[in-house]
């Protein structure tokens, strides 16, 4: 049973920062595809940034060059650095984990319980 735990969520003024973290305790197995979504209030989840093991990234249009998503081994460590955050990044962020394996041979599909940010003035 993999669990992955999100962090650093929270209150911040536009044109702010955040740091959010994802962690899975215990694995040792490399996580294939690590990723960042976000979910509005009354919207789907969609996908804002994701990494795989073997350094391969992918950034939603609507970043604009604003986050930067970066990988630790330890515990299959995943991190999002958002700059110059706008009310419209207000949302739920959710880590997901897609496979297990350098190739993503392994199953894996699982959601942490998402960490809040809320961006106002």
């Known amino acids: 049973q993999v669990q992955l735990v999100e962090s650093g969520g929270g209150l911040v003024q536009p044109g702010g920062s955040l740091r959010l973290s994802c962690t899975a305790p215990?694995?040792?197995?490399?996580?294939?595809?690590l990723a960042w979504y976000r979910q509005k209030s009354g919207s789907q989840r969609e996908l804002v940034a994701s990494?795989?093991?073997?350094?391969?990234?992918y950034y939603a249009a609507f970043v604009a060059g604003r986050f930067t998503i970066s990988r630790e081994n330890a515990e299959n460590t995943v991190h999002l650095q958002m700059d110059s955050l706008e009310p419209d990044d207000t949302a739920v962020y959710y880590c997901h984990g897609d496979r297990f394996g350098l190739n993503g041979e392994g199953p894996l599909n699982a959601w942490g319980q998402g960490t809040n940010v809320t961006v106002s003035s």
């Open positions: 215990g694995t040792i197995v490399s996580i294939y595809n």
């Open positions: 990494r795989t093991t073997g350094g391969r990234t």
